[in-house]
């Protein structure tokens, strides 16, 4: 297990601290951020028996099929959300989000880049609102919604690329296509979870976490996340189009040999005819015993292969 401990200092910014400073109490009321990645049950169930919570909070945080949740508990709030690692991954996984009145614990099996970035930028360059839990809680969510952001701005590239190979006329990678259906799918389904736990924070009313100061930063994350949303429902649609459009163009492609197949046919058929007539090897065939004979049946198939063509290309066949 990789733990992460930080003290959000008076200066609102982060500083690394110590497990030992974290349940020792003495950091005079400063909030704390414990950032934990792949701990197993045993390690996990240490590190939490002494903040002594809710049964169902380690539960549901040990659990990996427990969906999207936010409940408050009485001194906890339990906030489980899922996050994309990478826009080319198809995989899901969850961040869990306990918030404390002094602390906020995030737990997750895999890294999580965004709160790695988050560390950083909070260390040296970039202040917080406040020095409260709930400006930690508002910043982490800003920030995996800002990851959305360039998640559906990405998956419009790929589809854009997409639609210029198709109007290239060059062959479509179907499992391409197939994944990026995939992901767009799975992207939908995590910004409407994260879309629903963020409207359900707003809601919550709680005697340790204040977010009335965050409202407005809220909203501007869900119009953005909103966004996200609309953009990758727009994408898949578009997507869906452009299978149509090149299973169409496809189609076009096979009609158009067919046809040209289809003359090719036409035209050899009568020849066909005329070879076959000439090749029975008949006693009795006047024509066989003619000088002639030989070029004048080449002529008069020669004239009917140039009488088809004219024909065809008069009617369109070849267009």
Known sequence: MALNVFLLNENRYLEPSSVEAFFGGGSGGAPFWVDMTGP??????????PLRLHPLILETSLDPSAGTRIAPYEQALLIKLPTQPRWDRIDQSFLTIICLPHAVLTIHDAAVPVLTEMAKE?????????QSTSAVIYQILDR?????????LEARREI????????????????KALTLKQRLARLSITFEEQHHC?????????????????????????????YAIRSVNR????????????????????????????????????????????????????????RCGYPAVLAVMLAIAAG???????????R
């Open 40 to 49: 197993d049950e045993a390690a996990l169930k240490e590190f939490l028996s």
């Open 122 to 130: 909070f260390s040296t360059a970039v202040r917080f609102h406040t």
């Open 144 to 152: 995996l919604i800002d990851e959305d952001m360039a998640y559906a």
């Open 160 to 175: 854009d690329s997409l639609e210029e190979a198709i109007d290239r006329e060059e062959e479509l990678d179907i499992d």
């Open 198 to 226: 963020v409207t359900t924070l707003q809601a919550i009313e709680s005697e340790f976490l204040d977010f009335k100061d965050f409202r407005e930063y809220y909203r501007d994350s869900l119009a953005n996340l909103e």
């Open 235 to 290: 994408q898949q649609a578009h997507l869906s189009e452009l299978r149509q459009h090149y299973m169409v163009t496809l189609q076009d492609r096979t009609n158009k040999r067919l046809r040209l197949l289809t003359i090719i046919s036409a035209i050899f058929m009568p020849l066909t005819l005329i070879a076959g007539i000439y090749g029975m090897n008949f006693r009795h065939m006047p024509e066989l015993e003619w």
């Open 308 to 318: 088809l063509l004219w024909i065809f290309h008069r009617r369109g066949w070849f």
